[in-house]
């Protein structure tokens, strides 16, 4: 049996939360520039139709769903993650205060990457921005492979060495470096739990 959906309109004939396609189709079918997304829970659609649409706009429905949980990611934070297009393919990555979305850094595009190889860059990158910057708080990551190699201070790619790769490798062995002279933050990099908070904030919305 399908999951019950929540679809919030911002602009169309009329505005609300619709708990069909059906009903929610009648409102902005045909209207330009209409704005409109489904949520899977009532909580959720509640809180996107109170936001503003530009913060969901392009991005995965669950993004903001830690804001209603009963045990939330710690404040704050910043949270990691990357996008590749392809295995190996093209790799970014970045950071993002996790409370407000806001982007703190953006790494890439770099050929020949895997997401793994992306998300260990984006956690050690985190790391050297906040030594930087004097601030010491929470990484989230939703990779555990990255928050083991970083804990371990070994990028444990199968990615093959190219010609077309080497920047990226180049990087890759200037993080281990950087691991191997400092010491980690203790139980500051942390899972982000993406069954219980839904999307991680840094997320390229490209799923």
Avoid at 28 to 40: D, E, L, N, R, S
Avoid at 44 to 70: C, F, H, I, M, P
Wanted: net charge neutral; proline share 4%; glycine share 8%.
């Amino acid at each position: 049996m399908p999951k019950q959906k929540y679809y919030v309109v911002w602009k169309g004939r009329k505005t609300g939360i619709f708990t069909s396609w059906a009903e929610c189709e009648k409102q902005v079918k045909g209207v330009v520039g209409a704005q409109f997304k489904a949520f899977a829970s009532d909580a959720e659609a509640e809180a996107a139709y109170l936001a503003n649409y530009d913060n969901y706009k392009g991005k995965v429905a669950s993004l903001g769903k830690w804001r209603l949980a009963s045990t939330k990611p710690m404040l704050p934070s910043i949270c990691v993650d990357a996008a590749c297009n392809g295995s190996p393919g093209k790799l970014e990555y970045r950071g993002v205060n996790t409370e407000t979305g806001e982007e703190i850094f953006n790494a890439g595009p770099y050929p020949d990457g895997t997401n793994n190889v992306g998300e260990f860059l984006a956690i050690v990158h985190a790391l050297t921005w906040q030594a930087k910057h004097n601030t010491h708080i929470p990484i989230y990551s939703d990779s555990e492979n990255a928050i083991l190699w970083v804990t371990t201070g070994l990028c444990k790619t199968k990615l093959k060495h190219t010609a077309k790769n080497a920047v990226l490798f180049a990087i890759i062995h200037s993080a281990e470096n950087w691991l191997a002279e400092n010491e980690l933050p203790e139980d500051k990099i942390i899972k982000w739990d993406t069954d219980l908070w839904g999307e991680n904030p840094a997320d390229f919305g490209r799923k």
